[in-house]
């Protein structure tokens, strides 16, 4: 029970962090996958699938009004979901799916909380005071917290129920499902490198990197 | 010379009017609630009007005139969060001035375009994924524990100074604030920080790869890993979801079919 207050805790921070106040990227998977590992007992499972998790949200940042799947909120689920499961050899696919379902809908409700927002934030009937302006940003505030932590406990009890459920009889082995979920890291991180390697300079940048990576860090 | 000295002028706004130490640390401390009530019809209209509002007060004597102040801010704006640091040193410098609420208006509603499309390439597209990238090498180089320190404290460095420099170059500018952003050199930082991101995908994505040669079918995994990486470069931010739904589904079928035979 103590558990899940904390988690719930650290679902309404990241749900504020993410775009309501301050944004310093707490609420970014790399930050909230180990810290919620570090909860669950769970440290390196936390930190690997909070890595893949911010390997695939790297296109989708807090920009203006666009919906994206939220981060934050997604990784503290995904670590619950693969912590339920662990050491099975579906922990981190079924971790990282998790994540990219539930952050989609805490997408979807940040989208929910910004229509509920604009009812304060532009009323017809008269001009804004700075009583109206603290009461929409206080009430904004608390929302957004609220609605980070009922997501993390709703989205925590059904990975606890359904992550066993699903990994019982996993048929892959843990390679095999390391290589399914970094696939898909590999393919966002291609994603971004369209987007930034403009050049043949940096396309050199792009392979000196790489064989830095795999000859310096590869296997750590 | 004194034409050049007065287009000099111009150019670098107005002399800096002083704003108490007090009101300005109020200031920058709810700028960082600028998006607490972000919304599709006003989005950071009102976080301005709440970061302005001390200002207001301290130009304003009339409580009156302060209420009607932060009704004008409240109205549409949009920016990027950390760039609105910028508008607020501006806006609050022409309050001081007692410019003309329908310029302040003009004003306000040319800003979005430049501070959105600056604040995405050079904080969203640039320093927010560098940071990352640097956080996942040093989380592969040394700990996780490192990894994240690291990015916390180099991305947070970053983001802070953005605001407090923000502020400050938006209030020294005033209304001139257009025509000092062209001439701050922006896109070449962006282009440094774009380098930066080349060299550590190559670097995370070796780390990948080499991870993936680890395995049983060690080749068969890296040629599928390499081609993942291509795929998504080839097909740009459109392969996003589809990328997403995939791993989705894969990680389903997987579950599904372990209720039949295994792999």
Redesign the interface.
């Known amino acids: 029970m103590t558990e899940l207050l904390l988690l719930a805790l650290i679902g309404g921070v990241v749900a504020v962090d993410g ?8 609420s ?1 998977p ?2 909230v996958g ?1 810290v919620v590992g570090l909860l669950v007992g769970e ?2 499972l936390g ?1 690997q699938i ?2 893949l998790l ?3 949200l ?8 666009g919906r994206h ?1 939220e981060g934050g909120i997604a990784t503290v689920v995904a670590v619950a979901a693969a912590a339920a499961v662990s050491p099975s050899a ?1 922990a981190a ?2 971790g ?2 998790a994540g ?2 539930w952050g989609w809908i805490a997408g979807e409700s940040q989208a929910l909380l ?5 009812r ?3 009323d017809p009937t008269h ?4 009583r ?3 009461r ?6 608390g929302a ?1 917290f609220g609605r980070g932590a009922v997501l993390v406990v709703v989205g925590v009890l059904l990975a606890r129920v359904l992550a066993p459920l ?8 843990p ?24 050049t043949r ?3 050199v ?16 | 010379m004194s034409e050049r000295h007065d287009a000099r002028a111009s150019e670098q706004g107005p002399p800096a009017a002083t704003l108490p130490a007090s009101v300005k640390v109020s200031v920058l401390f709810r700028s960082l609630l600028v998006q607490a009530a972000w919304n599709y019809r006003t989005m950071l209209g009102t976080g301005m009007a709440f970061a302005l509002t001390p200002v207001l007060r301290h130009v304003h004597d009339d409580p009156a005139e302060v209420e009607r102040a932060v009704a004008r801010h409240a109205s549409l704006f949009n920016a990027h969060p950390y760039l609105a640091s910028l508008a607020l040193g501006a806006l609050g410098r022409m309050e001081m001035d007692g410019v003309d609420p329908a310029q302040v208006e003009r004003f306000r509603a040319a800003l979005p375009g430049p501070l959105g499309a600056i604040g995405d390439r050079l904080v969203w597209a640039g320093w927010l994924p560098l940071c990352s990238l640097l956080g996942i090498t040093i989380s592969a180089a040394f700990s996780i524990a490192a990894g994240v320190v690291t990015f916390l404290l180099v991305y947070n460095a970053g983001h802070l100074a953005v605001r407090f420099w923000g502020f400050e170059l938006g209030w020294s500018a005033g209304l001139s604030l257009g025509s000092r952003l062209g001439g701050l050199g922006l896109a070449r930082e962006a282009r440094r920080v774009e380098a930066g991101i080349c060299l550590l995908i190559g670097v995370v994505s070796g780390v990948l790869l080499t991870d993936l040669a680890g395995g049983g079918a060690s080749s068969l995994l890296v040629l599928c890993g390499v081609l993942a990486l291509l795929a998504g470069h080839v097909s740009g931010p459109r392969a996003w979801r589809p990328t997403a739904w995939i791993v989705t589904l894969g990680v389903g079928v997987l579950a599904g079919a372990g209720h039949f035979f295994s792999l």
């Open positions: 775009v309501a106040a301050v944004q310093s990227m707490v970014r790399l930050v180990w440290p390196v930190g909070g890595v911010e390997l695939y790297l296109v989708a940042v807090p920009s203006g009004g799947p579906a696919g079924l990282v799916a990219l379902g910004r229509r509920w927002n604009a304060r934030a532009d001009h804004l005071g700075v109206d302006v603290v929409a940003q206080l009430l904004g505030l957004d699903l990994a019982g009889p996993w048929p892959a082995s390679m095999l499902t390391w290589a399914l979920v970094s696939m898909g890291a590999l393919a966002s991180l291609g994603i971004v490198l369209r987007g930034v390697a403009e300079g940096r396309a940048l792009f392979g000196v990197g790489l064989l830095a990576g795999a000859f310096l860090l590869g296997g750590a």
